[in-house]
């Protein structure tokens, strides 16, 4: 059974940074993308930022220049650098990856939040 786990959520005064990782556990054979997505209170859940597994990143506008995605495949983890976070950054930020197993062959995972709250 595929498990993601989200960490490195928590409080942060605007200007600050925080770092989010995501850790896949269970008989994974592959990852092809991993990715970050947030949802805002009262708002739909929308994309942060995809990393492929070679390596090409993808990320929402709103978030360039501020954000890094990364991944270590070795460790099935990826990482999300948030740095000048602002109000507008606060939400649950989850983890997403497009995997494979052997039980469910190629299939969609969602991680189950972390919150991320930016204070003015």
């Known amino acids: 059974q595929v498990q993601l786990v989200e960490s490195g959520g928590g409080l942060v005064q605007a200007g600050g940074s925080l770092r989010l990782s995501c850790a896949a556990s269970g008989s994974i054979f592959k990852i092809n993308v991993m990715g970050w997505y947030r949802q805002a209170p009262g708002k739909q859940r929308e994309l942060v930022a995809t990393?492929?597994?070679?390596?090409?990143?993808n990320y929402a506008e709103s978030v360039k220049g501020r954000f890094t995605i990364s991944r270590d495949n070795a460790k099935n983890t990826a990482y999300l650098q948030m740095n000048s976070l602002n109000p507008e950054d606060t939400g649950v930020y989850y983890c997403n990856a497009d995997l494979w197993t052997a039980a469910a062959g190629f299939a969609n995972y969602w991680g189950q939040g972390t919150q991320v709250t930016v204070s003015s």
């Open positions: 990393i492929r597994s070679d390596g090409s990143t």
